[in-house]
């Protein structure tokens, strides 16, 4: 007994159902005769061929049942149809006809309509394919055709062209690029044959029209899709011609709809409801007052295509000056953004996701990203002004606008979509960008696209995985660069100011207020010159970086630090593509850079830190819990304690960077971090306006800090078994109000262990302390944290360290009332905890004492403030703007606050913390301190501790007086985001004032 015939074809590919003729029925003796059912074998070696070649094809099936067709209808005029022979005989007709076939029944059925077009797809006497790029041969078409008249014979050229480009590119002979560039040919020939045609059809006697066919979108792009309507502008050399162009145009347009496709003209100014075709002065005048956004960009793709070629190169050219500063406008970005949202939002819900045009992570998501992009560097850099997408990002990736790896991305998801695009168009030449959901026309997609299964997928999953895959990506990549912070920044800088050549950047320099234009210049065309990828990229950056410098009270300073970044990290991979790609970061850098010395040292020597610029939630302090347990983790890892402290510091240093630019940015507009989420402390997230929250992340560092190198001081230093030794913060290190360049004030304590020899113990503790002090004082790069011990008993004539006994001891006989008051920001930093806290109960009834203060003790803490304010005043300084020892200052505020804590926090418990402002709250909520005169008095104090820290971070030194003029005081009034400096000087002296004035009220109270 024979197998059935339909079981050895099935190796062959074909399929029988949805009821079908069987494959054995069109191949067999009454079909095509390739095929013996007898033997279950080809006829022979020449049906064996062509059988397999028709395996290959996107849809075996397809392909056999419109060869059978095709060869019936040839048998109805001829005895021996030729198609077979032919194909036998020519391997490359066979391959390309089959694959057309297979690939799209639209142009399988106009070839079974005529059946002696396939010639055309034959090989030529040279050997090669016939040409496929889109050029018209309407005199092979009307001899295949039989056609008469000028339409008919344009049309059977126009399907004969499309038929060899299909061919190209179904069997390879033609990649993506070449084949949208053959349509787009074919396009601009069909067109100017319409227009020819239109033209003869004129009246007799009608002068020629001087009109202009511009081609746009995808056919001005030259990536012309295989089925779209051609969009055009229409343009007339003048009045006179308006009526006669006007005939033609819509001629024209009914041609094309008889012979390819629509030819849509609503890309004109007023679209539908404005005249088919305005002269060159009326597209001006439009264009100049009315037009919008996105009709600029739709102009970035216009190409002469037909009629007056010339015409259409001078229209094109008139309107480059609008189209290269249309991204000058104000909303232009914003406005791009917003029509590539509404394509989106105009997608039925039930076709979104598998819209390959329209759709997120389709195609129209890299063509805005690409075009947006152009229209903002276009600007100064004539590469980019090319229409093609492919083309424009190419030159956006050479000239440093996009990053490789980026630019790459984006190219594999274009060519992936337009692939996909190209076989869904083709298979029934319609208009089509909608993957289908039906499963087998998802298999016959994936066949087309050439994919095949693969162990444990389908083809149709091997398709999908890579869908996903570029539509993921392509989405990432959009929303990366259409939605880049600094294309606003370089959209609002003129065109002009793209153009860095010597002289015109020179006398940029001098407009931005550059005091040493020249030096300035030497930056620039070091930072620039040349030809590298780095040098262009820098050209992207600089204009928008100097725009920021000159916002700044010292311009050159800033451009000096960035271009000292620049020499230290230019030749890393990532430094220049952050500043470009990464959201606000190069903006933000400009402005740490030209804000604050402090900050810009930092970078100088972390100058890897700037990343952290790139999220705000690396803009965020620091918990206690996580800088505890990365500064421990650093140190654990070395056995050295050099190299121990060595990490910390360096840790330290980025933390430092974190905050200080944090800092800075804080009150800088859009540049300003994002605030989050609370920290699980309760602190605030990302920025640093509050100064209360930079005294507490700059003492949470110090406590880190201090804590990881008491364990490597303790590892370096053995010590008796047993024995406790703490670190206590005093000074606005206890009180949580530490600034950028404090000193760590604090006290040593230990306990020794039982039985221990109380001198060795003392020994073991002081060694521990001193070998802290050194590993902190090490020369280093980064700021010191000096150790200050000197608010021990007895100051520096008494022991380093001492016994929690001996402090005691001390305490209970010989404290002034001073020692008691410095005792109120007393807090555990480090080091044994139990130890702190019985150190913390020891001082209590010191600094809280039960009954208060006696007159005695009252009377000596005004008479050791007054004499600070006429002693420690430096020499020369201003009382009335010195913000640590000025009138209405931090010590005033202090100062107060610790009486009103020593004299009633003994019975008050709620006073009893080491925060000033805390303090003070608790006393205005008590009724010791009436709630006017504390508002005073902390407005006084935060001001004072803002400007305090202002002056660091401007000066990059430590500093208390704050100037009555100059750049110091503007830098520090652009830090605490006000405008004008004698506005913040007057205000500064009226709140301190004010301060004094509560201050003397309570005190003297």
């Known amino acids: 007994m024979t197998r059935p015939s339909r079981g050895r074809l099935a190796r062959y590919g074909f399929a029988e159902g949805d009821g079908r003729a069987r494959a054995v029925d069109l191949l067999g003796p009454d079909g095509l005769r390739l095929w013996r059912p007898d033997v279950q074998e080809p006829t022979d070696e020449r049906a064996g061929e062509l059988l397999a070649a028709l395996s290959r094809a996107a849809d075996p099936d397809l392909a056999l049942r419109q060869l059978h067709r095709l060869v019936e209808a040839e048998r109805r005029t001829t005895e021996q149809p030729a198609v077979l022979d032919a194909l036998a005989a020519d391997p490359g007709l066979r391959r390309r006809l089959v694959a057309v076939l297979g690939a799209s029944a639209a142009l399988g059925d106009h070839l079974v309509a005529n059946p002696g077009q396939w010639v055309v797809l034959a090989t030529g006497s040279d050997g090669l394919a016939p040409s496929a790029d889109g050029r018209l041969d309407l005199a092979a078409a009307a001899r295949l055709a039989g056609a008469t008249g000028p339409v008919p014979v344009l049309r059977q050229a126009y399907r004969l062209a499309l038929l060899r480009i299909a061919a190209a590119d179904l069997t390879g002979g033609r990649g993506l690029e070449q084949t949208m560039a053959a349509l787009s040919e074919l396009a601009d020939a069909t067109l100017a044959a319409a227009y020819g045609i239109a033209v003869d059809e004129l009246p007799e006697g009608t002068p020629r029209p001087r009109l202009a066919v511009v081609a746009m979108g995808k056919c001005g792009g030259e990536e012309l899709n295989y089925v779209s309507d051609v969009d055009v502008i229409f343009v007339a050399a003048s009045d006179d011609d308006l009526a006669a162009a006007t005939q033609v145009a819509t001629r024209l347009i009914h041609v094309c709809g008889l012979v390819a496709w ?37 102009l970035l793709k216009a190409r002469p295509a037909a009629g007056d070629l010339d015409l259409a190169r001078e229209w094109i050219e008139a309107l480059a000056p609008l189209v290269w500063t249309a991204a000058e406008r104000p909303e232009a970005v914003e406005d791009v953004r917003a029509m590539r949202r509404k394509i989106i939002d105009n997608i039925p819900p039930k076709e979104l996701e598998r819209e390959i045009k329209r759709g997120p992570g389709g195609l129209r998501d890299i063509e805005f990203a690409v075009q947006l992009l152009q229209l ?30 980026d630019g790459e991305a984006l190219l594999l998801g274009y060519r992936f979509l337009r692939g996909v695009e190209h076989r869904l168009q083709l298979q029934g030449l319609r208009r089509t960008h909608t993957v289908p959901a039906e499963p087998a026309a998802l298999r016959w997609l994936a066949a087309a696209l050439g994919y095949a299964a693969s162990p444990g997928r389908s083809a149709v999953e091997e398709f999908r995985a890579e869908w996903v895959t570029h539509a993921t990506e392509v989405r990432r990549l959009h929303a990366k660069l259409l939605y880049r912070p ?41 930072l620039t010159g040349g030809v590298s990828r780095t040098a262009a990229i820098q050209r992207t950056l600089l204009p928008v970086l100097l725009s920021e410098f000159a916002d700044a009270p010292e311009p050159d300073r800033g451009l000096l630090n960035y271009r000292q970044v620049s020499d230290k990290l230019g030749s890393t991979p990532w430094y220049l593509r952050l500043l470009r790609d990464s959201g606000p970061v190069a903006r933000r850098l400009a402005r740490v850079l030209s804000s604050s010395r402090y900050a810009a040292d930092l970078l100088a020597r972390e100058p890897e830190a700037l990343r952290l610029l790139a999220e705000d939630t690396e803009l965020t302090p620091r918990s206690r819990e996580v800088l505890g347990e990365g500064f421990a983790a650093a140190a654990a890892r070395h056995g050295d304690p050099v190299e121990a402290v060595r990490a910390v510091r360096a840790l330290r240093r980025r933390e430092l960077v974190r905050l200080a630019c944090a800092d800075v940015l804080s009150r800088a507009g859009a540049l300003a971090p994002t605030p989050g989420r609370a920290e699980p402390d ?7 306006a509050d100064v209360a929250t930079v005294g507490t992340a700059l003492s949470d560092v110090a406590d880190a800090t201090l804590a990881a190198t008491l364990r490597a001081a303790r590892a370096a230093q053995p010590a008796p078994p047993g024995l406790r030794f703490a670190v206590i913060g005093m000074g606005r290190l206890g009180g949580y109000e530490s600034n950028y360049l404090s000193d760590a004030d604090v006290l040593f304590v230990y306990d020794p262990p039982s039985g221990a020899d109380e001198s060795a113990a003392s020994v073991a503790a002081r060694a521990i ?6 590993l902190l004082a090490a020369p280093a790069p980064d700021p010191p944290l000096g150790v200050d011990a000197d608010l021990r008993p007895e100051g520096r004539q008494g022991p380093l360290v001492r016994s929690l006994a001996a402090y005691a001891h001390y ?9 008691a008051q410095a005792l109120l920001r007393a807090r555990f930093v480090c080091g044994d905890a139990d130890l702190g806290a019985e150190f913390e109960a020891m001082i209590d009834p010191i600094r809280y004492p039960a009954d208060g203060l006696t007159r005695e003790q009252v009377v000596e803490i005004r008479r050791i403030k007054a004499r600070v304010e006429t002693e420690r005043l430096p020499r020369g300084a201003d009382p009335a ?28 418990a709620e006073l009893r913390g080491t925060r000033t402002l805390d303090a003070l709250a608790a006393a205005r909520d008590a009724g010791l301190v009436e709630a006017d005169d504390a508002a005073e008095m902390a407005a006084g104090w935060t001001l004072a501790a803002q400007v305090r820290n202002a002056l660091m971070l401007v000066r990059g030194r ?30 500064y002296l009226r709140t301190a004032r004010r301060s004094r004035a509560a201050m003397q009220r309570v005190f003297n109270d």
């Open 769 to 774: 302390a001193e070998e802290l002090r050194r």
């Open 682 to 688: 309760g602190r605030a997230g990302p920025g640093l």
């Open 376 to 405: 903002v560097h276009g600007r100064g850099d004539e590469s980019l002004r090319a229409p093609g997408t492919i083309p424009a990002l190419r030159a956006l990736v050479a000239g440093g606008y996009v990053g490789r790896a």
């Open 262 to 298: 629509p030819v849509d003209a609503a890309l004109r100014p007023e679209g539908s409801r404005g005249p088919l075709v305005r002269t060159l002065a009326s597209h001006l005048a439009y264009y100049r007052r009315w037009a919008r956004t996105w009709e600029f960009q739709a």
């Open 958 to 987: 430590a500093g208390d007086q704050l100037p009555r003029h100059g750049v110091e005081l503007a830098g520090v009034v652009r830090l605490l985001g006000r405008d004008d400096p004698g506005e913040f000087l007057d205000e």
């Open 881 to 908: 703007t010195h913000t640590k020892l000025g009138r209405g200052g931090l010590a005033d505020v202090e100062w107060a606050v610790q009486l009103l804590q020593l004299r009633h926090a003994g019975r008050r």
């Open 486 to 526: 600094l294309l606003e920044s370089v959209a609002q800088v003129p065109a002009e100011g793209l153009r860095l050549t010597p002289e015109a950047a020179r006398h940029r320099l001098e407009i931005l207020g550059f005091a040493d234009p020249a030096g300035a210049l030497r930056h620039l065309q070091a």
């Open 811 to 819: 305490y209970a006989r010989w404290s002034k009332v001073w020692e």
